[in-house]
């Protein structure tokens, strides 16, 4: 069993995106937020992630959500993943907290 899989429709960031593998978090409220930073040939790791998860129209998006961290602490944080139709959001990472 995979260590993050229990996160609702996220995977574990594969260390082959050469993303820093993440520490396991729940998501506790919906993202919100939500902005697309990059698309296509704009995206640094599309041809891993095409390799990885297959041909899409891969966007990488951010958004802020409520989280809760291993040790039972609750925080926002600002997310950023990978996302496709039909494949879904991928390497959801915490890329910084903020104010509660």
Request: zero cysteines.
């Amino acid at each position: 069993m995979n260590a993050m899989s229990w996160l609702p429709t996220v995977s574990a960031a594969p260390e082959s995106l050469g993303v820093p593998h993440p520490a396991p978090f729940e998501l506790l409220s919906p993202v919100r937020a939500i902005e697309t930073i990059a698309r296509g040939r704009g995206i640094r790791d599309l041809d891993r992630l095409i390799d990885r998860y297959g041909a899409g129209h891969w966007l990488k998006r951010r958004g802020i959500a409520r989280i809760r961290l291993p040790d039972g602490t609750i925080r926002n944080a600002e997310l950023h993943w990978y996302e496709a139709q039909g494949i879904g959001r991928k390497a959801l990472k915490i890329k910084r907290y903020l104010n509660p």
